[in-house]
């Protein structure tokens, strides 16, 4: 699901009222696309704040740090170019502890809407699909060397494809004849399998929108990166516990990259991407590590939606690590 450009970030006034940014926190955006929430959460940094950007794609990264300047002239601004997966190792090496953080998991529009990105079925381009386009296997790449086996497991668990099977076979035999190299050839093949077995089921929705999904997730390893981000939380959280047990705190710069008491927000716009959140954040709550901020998922309203209709899908999670003096309880 695309994220919309930097002028209406979904759910921003939700996101600040969870992650309460106050003057002098250090702020992690894991995602900072064009920068839209990370404009809008800047100025309560107050001079001493610092805002760190990740992003893996570059453009996308240097057009977010323009616009978070712009925000906030004063604050301190770093720009990381990495997965975010990694954000938090990076974190460390600077010496940094993050008071808010924030995963936005969606796509930038920007993204979805450049043809030559390959992101999309509404736009014809290279079968591309990479968010770092410098690096890794690209989904041509995929559609060319997986086996039919393979393609139907990653349509099947990362599209939820009722055809999956279908489609796989499609594509070895297509690909035999002449490559796939572009979004309208793979898309093209979608269409006459679904349609032929039945098997969109909802008229609303392109036949070829789930397999686009399930390799756009495969080629940036988008769930391995959540599981990761959610890993490092849970460790995180430990370390806090563990030096509050002995009377002390544990900065950056013994073994952690979060701060006592700091918030971690997550959007999610499938079930792929919120059921994982919501497990490891329960699972935190379970276990002493962190406070619940939502009590459900926080979903955008009428007024959001009519206004940006990608926002729809959004659901946001949010937990406090530890014990916190401040911010907002129980939000919706």
Not at 93 to 101: F, I
Request: with cysteine; hydrophobic share 45%.
């Amino acid at each position: 699901m695309a994220r919309p450009d930097s002028h209406i970030p979904v759910l921003a006034r939700e996101v600040i009222e969870v992650l309460a940014p106050q003057p002098g926190d250090v702020l992690l955006d894991c995602t900072a696309g064009l920068g839209g929430h990370a404009a809008v959460m800047a100025p309560a940094l107050g001079h001493a704040g610092t805002m760190v950007l990740c992003d893996l794609d570059v453009g996308n990264l240097a057009r977010a740090e323009v616009v978070v300047r712009a925000a906030a002239p004063d604050i301190r601004v770093i720009a990381l170019h990495t997965n975010f997966a990694a954000a938090p190792q990076r974190l460390l090496e600077l010496g940094l502890a993050a008071d808010c953080v924030l995963g936005d998991l969606g796509f930038s529009s920007n993204q979805m809407d450049t043809a030559a990105r390959g992101m999309s079925f509404m736009r014809e381009g290279p079968l591309d699909m990479r968010l770092d386009a410098s690096s890794g296997v690209s989904a041509a790449d995929l559609v060319a060397t997986l086996s039919g086996a393979e393609l139907e497991e990653i349509l099947r668990e990362y599209g939820e494809e009722r055809c999956a099977w279908q489609i796989a076979q499609k594509v070895v035999t297509e690909r035999a004849r002449q490559p796939i190299t572009t979004t309208a050839q793979l898309a093209a093949i979608v269409r006459s399998v679904v349609g032929r077995h039945g098997g969109g089921g909802n008229a609303a929705i392109d036949d070829a929108t789930r397999t686009f999904q399930a390799l756009r997730i495969a080629v940036n390893d988008e769930l391995g990166n959540l599981g990761a981000l959610l890993e490092h939380v849970r460790r995180a959280a430990g370390v806090l516990a563990g030096a509050r047990g002995r009377g002390g705190e544990a900065p950056a710069t013994r073994g952690t990259w979060l701060s006592p008491g700091s918030r971690v927000a997550i959007i999610a716009f499938h079930s792929l991407e919120d059921r994982p959140v919501k497990q490891a954040f329960a699972a935190l709550v379970e276990k002493g590590l962190a406070e619940s901020m939502t009590r459900k998922p926080i979903t955008a309203g009428d007024e959001e939606i009519a206004r940006n209709p990608r926002s729809r899908s959004a659901k946001l999670r949010a937990v406090r690590i530890g014990a916190a003096n401040r911010g907002v309880d129980g939000l919706h």
